[in-house]
């Protein structure tokens, strides 16, 4: 029974009109169709079991800092001073987001990046936003970042002397995730650490972060560490779901090939461009499923 059930929908023969029947179209709108179900039940999993489904994270504040001043080092710009301040308005933020369940830089209540700042106390000539969430690891996020000019901007502004960053976990959206905040800053007086150190190389870095800000970092890098958890990513579900239909259907096409040239089939079905572009499609799927957003 299972070899008839082979042969009818992976194998061209007469009885097929030699054609797999996997690859005719009524077959090709059902793999739609399960791959648009499949989507619909992993949103309902996290309305139903929140929580369950979430984006595991090994970012920390500190390699978030060390790759921010790497890419301004790249340009000859000086290195960004790491400020608790900033840092908690960040957290703020993010604490703000998670509380109230938004992701953006304005809040429903009508909150603005500013008012962070203003919160805790930081005075400031000019500052800036970035946010990312659902990121695994600080390297494809500071990439995300660079890629986007207004996020590049950030990053690379020389007017900005100082950076607060938050790394929390929490629940966005019944999803649990990690979101990322940096907070740019210069303060309204130049109260900023700016005594620097010159290597022989001629590349220009401040001096060492104090230790109760480099404990800071270490200690919120600890709680991230003792809170991280497995979870079931829907990116990893929908990637591993669109491999599938896309394997099976390269397999399948490689058999039917493969036997039509090898018995000089001549058939009376519609050429592979069908095939082809759906494979395109779900290809496209696959390309654009990236981990992680920004704003």
Same mark, same amino acid.
């Given at each position: 029974?299972?070899?008839?059930?082979w042969?009818?929908?992976?194998?061209p023969?007469?009885?097929n009109?030699?054609?797999?029947?996997?690859?005719?179209?009524?077959?090709?709108?059902l793999?739609?169709?399960?791959?648009?179900?499949n989507?619909?039940?992993v949103?309902?999993?996290t309305?139903?079991?929140?929580?369950i489904?979430?984006?595991?994270?090994?970012?920390?504040?500190?390699?978030?800092?060390?790759?921010?001043?790497?890419e301004?080092?790249k340009?000859?710009l000086?290195?960004?001073?790491y400020?608790?301040?900033l840092s908690?308005?960040?957290?703020?933020?993010?604490?703000?987001? &998670?509380?109230?369940?938004?992701?953006?830089?304005?809040?429903?209540?009508?909150?603005?990046?500013?008012?962070?700042?203003?919160?805790v106390?930081?005075?400031?000539?000019?500052?800036?936003?970035?946010?990312?969430?659902?990121?695994?690891?600080?390297?494809?996020?500071?990439?995300?970042w #660079?890629?986007?000019?207004?996020?590049?901007?950030?990053?690379i502004?020389?007017?900005?002397?100082?950076?607060?960053?938050?790394?929390?976990?929490?629940?966005?959206?019944?999803?649990?995730? /990690?979101?990322?905040?940096?907070h740019?800053g210069t303060?309204? #007086?130049? /109260?900023?650490?700016?005594?620097?150190?010159?290597?022989?190389?001629?590349?220009?870095?401040?001096?060492?972060?104090?230790?109760s800000?480099?404990?800071?970092?270490?200690?919120?890098?600890n709680?991230?560490?003792e809170?991280?958890e497995?979870?079931?990513?829907?990116?990893?579900?929908?990637?591993?779901?669109?491999?599938?239909? &896309?394997?099976?259907?390269?397999?399948t096409?490689?058999?039917?090939?493969?036997?039509?040239?090898?018995?000089n089939?001549?058939r009376?079905?519609?050429?592979?461009?069908?095939h082809?572009?759906?494979?395109?499609?779900?290809?496209?799927?696959?390309?654009?499923?990236q981990?992680?957003?920004?704003f």
């Amino acid at each position: 029974m299972l070899k008839k059930l082979w042969i009818h929908y992976f194998i061209p023969q007469e009885k097929n009109n030699h054609r797999a029947a996997i690859l005719k179209p009524n077959f090709l709108l059902l793999f739609l169709v399960l791959y648009l179900l499949n989507q619909s039940i992993v949103k309902s999993l996290t309305i139903a079991k929140p929580g369950i489904l979430g984006y595991s994270s090994e970012i920390t504040a500190q390699k978030v800092l060390d790759q921010t001043n790497n890419e301004r080092t790249k340009l000859g710009l000086t290195p960004l001073v790491y400020n608790s301040v900033l840092s908690e308005s960040a957290k703020e933020k993010a604490d703000d987001m &998670f509380t109230n369940n938004y992701w953006a830089h304005n809040s429903p209540q009508g909150k603005t990046p500013w008012t962070f700042f203003d919160a805790v106390g930081y005075k400031y000539s000019t500052a800036g936003e970035n946010l990312a969430k659902d990121f695994y690891n600080t390297d494809s996020l500071v990439k995300a970042w #660079m890629n986007s000019p207004t996020h590049k901007a950030n990053i690379i502004n020389n007017k900005y002397k100082e950076i607060g960053i938050a790394v929390v976990n929490g629940t966005l959206g019944d999803v649990k995730t /990690t979101l990322v905040v940096q907070h740019f800053g210069t303060p309204l #007086m130049a /109260t900023a650490q700016e005594i620097i150190s010159q290597k022989s190389d001629d590349i220009v870095v401040p001096e060492a972060v104090d230790q109760s800000s480099t404990q800071e970092i270490t200690s919120q890098a600890n709680v991230l560490s003792e809170n991280k958890e497995k979870l079931i990513s829907p990116l990893t579900l929908s990637k591993i779901f669109s491999s599938i239909i &896309f394997i099976v259907l390269i397999i399948t096409l490689f058999i039917d090939g493969f036997i039509t040239v090898k018995n000089n089939i001549h058939r009376f079905t519609g050429s592979t461009a069908g095939h082809i572009g759906f494979l395109f499609f779900i290809f496209l799927i696959m390309l654009f499923n990236q981990q992680g957003s920004i704003f």
